[in-house]
């Protein structure tokens, strides 16, 4: 397993993730909301030889939000993990893994350069120093 790759890709996908959980937060408060009315609505009459179309749909909304439940606290443990990472880094480094992976923009190489007041070649072993503490913060790998 090549570690600085899979950081690399935990950077990028960072701000997704972060919308990601926003969603299905929001997801699941919806569900919880229909789950609430359909529990309010009653049938009169049994229905013989299996469930009602009632009885389906708080089902299907059970196993929905037990579904995006678990993807949510799977999304919250890879920002967590992600989060303990950067924690690991001063402000330059993190600004120079944000302009590089989470937030990168058009010329960030010239861009980031100008910001820090730093020539190409510092900026590229910053971001090597910053990608190897990262890494090692967030895996625990010590030989990279």
């Known amino acids: 397993m090549n570690f600085q790759q899979e950081a690399i890709q935990d950077l990028k996908t960072y701000p997704q993730r972060l919308k990601a959980r926003d969603n299905l937060r929001e997801r699941i408060f919806i569900l919880n ?3 609430i009315s359909l529990r309010g609505v009653s049938t009169s009459e049994p229905v013989k030889g299996g469930m009602s179309r009632q009885e389906e ?6 196993a929905e939000r037990e579904r995006l439940g678990f993807s949510l606290k799977v999304v919250e443990a890879l920002i967590e993990l992600t989060e303990k990472g950067l924690v690991a880094l001063d402000q330059k480094e993190r600004r120079v893994l944000d302009g590089f992976y989470i937030n990168p923009i058009d010329n960030h190489v010239v861009k980031l350069c100008e910001e820090l007041n730093i020539e190409k070649s510092s900026l590229y072993r910053l971001k090597d120093t910053a990608l190897k503490k990262f890494t090692r913060s967030e895996y625990g790998i010590v030989e990279l």
């Open 33 to 35: 909301e229909r789950y």
């Open 57 to 62: 749909k708080m089902l299907d909304n059970i």
